[in-house]
């Protein structure tokens, strides 16, 4: 008896659609990467929707995108660079044991390698207020209204190419601690996940991030399982995350000439129903 194909749903982030840094010029090179499944999960960072000196290309970019995905049912979550994209901050799947965020609400400076990050830190401090307990959508909110009000420093696409260069290596080498800061939160980024998933979604087992830019699967010593998918910049890779009924599958993500497919399998985890 020949085995009946489950229902998929892939996620992956930070495509950066419309900026010089993405490696996605073209909607149709993902064009494997929606064959054949059932929903996406866009988890944050799919462009950048911030006010910026060329707002008629925002605007394109947008529509272009909206008309790529028409025939595809595609959760679009928010993330600090398109934190208007949509009201949807966080997806829950398989009942509520995998959680999709972006993952900036780790760091209360948003973005702790940026040159912004002091005015970030403020802007989240005056966002959240003098509450001292909030929920996790309230958190995501707060973050949110606050990477809205953070200047666009990355390049659009038609800016000049060497200008777009000049720009971004000011913005990868300044200021000197930059390196150590990126390193830094590269190594707090599953702990932090973690940490706020026990404090506000302790059901789920699987969590999935994006937003540093590093793919990677960390399993944790509580049974908990971090899953970032990097991005579509270089230089570090992507991946997917396929999630069915039963089972998760991690992918790697592989070019063949200018087209994105799922690739070699990274990781497979059962969904069992209860318990870790």
Do not use: K
Not at 102 to 121: S, T
Not at 148 to 170: C, Y
Request: a positive charge; glycine letters at 8%.
């Amino acid at each position: 008896m020949l085995a009946v194909a489950q229902p998929l749903t892939r996620i992956f982030s930070d495509l950066h659609y419309g900026e010089r840094v993405s490696l996605v010029q073209n909607l149709a090179q993902l064009d494997p990467l929606l064959a054949g499944i059932a929903g996406l999960v866009l988890n944050g960072d799919t462009l950048d929707t911030r006010p910026g000196p060329h707002p008629a290309t925002i605007q394109e970019v947008r529509r272009t995108l909206a008309e790529y995905l028409r025939a595809t049912p595609t959760v679009m979550l928010t993330g600090n660079h398109d934190p208007d994209i949509s009201t949807t901050h966080l997806h829950e799947l398989a009942g509520t044991r995998v959680l999709v965020t972006h993952g900036d609400i780790m760091f209360d400076d948003i973005v702790p390698w940026g040159r912004d990050a002091r005015l970030a830190h403020q802007l989240v401090s005056r966002e959240r207020g003098a509450a001292s307990a909030l929920t996790l959508e309230q958190l995501l909110h707060a973050h949110r209204r606050a990477a809205g009000a953070l200047p666009r420093r990355l390049p659009q696409t038609d800016t000049r190419p060497w200008q777009s260069i000049g720009r971004l290596m000011v913005e990868l080498l300044f200021p000197p601690t930059r390196v150590t800061r990126v390193l830094r939160a590269w190594s707090e980024m599953p702990a932090r996940t973690a940490t706020l998933a026990r404090m506000h979604r302790p059901e789920a087992r699987f969590l999935v991030v994006g937003h540093t830019h590093r793919p990677g699967v960390w399993r944790l010593a509580d049974g908990r399982v971090v899953i970032n998918t990097g991005s579509f910049c270089r230089p570090l890779g992507r991946l997917v995350v396929d999630v069915m009924p039963d089972h998760l599958v991690v992918r790697r993500v592989t070019r063949r000439g200018r087209d994105y497919h799922p690739g070699d399998r990274v990781a497979e985890f059962a969904l069992a129903s209860a318990g870790f």
